[in-house]
């Protein structure tokens, strides 16, 4: 069972590193779609944890909801990967 979950959180660090890469792909995306100026640009592009999406992006659309979504999925496996890092350390 333990070896399940050792293998469950390295692998979690894979699909963190997927599920990063593709939100930032998705808030270019959508600072694209928003037409948004330079500073709201990389202002939704740049800004850690969403911070700049949320605030720039405020309707309910299919996108958005893909989003966060995907952001929820994200900081699951983050967590779980977290389990690793603890594992790891106090070993």
Do not use: C, N, Q
Not at 5 to 33: C, D, P, Q, Y
Not at 63 to 82: D, I, K, Q
């Amino acid at each position: 069972m333990i070896e399940f979950l050792i293998g469950l959180s390295i692998s979690s660090i894979w699909i963190v590193l997927a599920g990063l890469g593709l939100l930032f792909a998705l808030r270019i995306v959508a600072a694209i779609r928003a037409k948004a100026d330079l500073p709201a640009f990389l202002a939704i592009v740049l800004l850690p944890f969403s911070v700049g999406y949320f605030r720039a992006v405020s309707e309910r659309t299919r996108f958005s909801t893909l989003y966060r979504a995907l952001a929820a999925t994200t900081f699951f496996f983050s967590l779980l990967a977290l389990f690793w890092v603890f594992y790891t350390h106090f070993a």
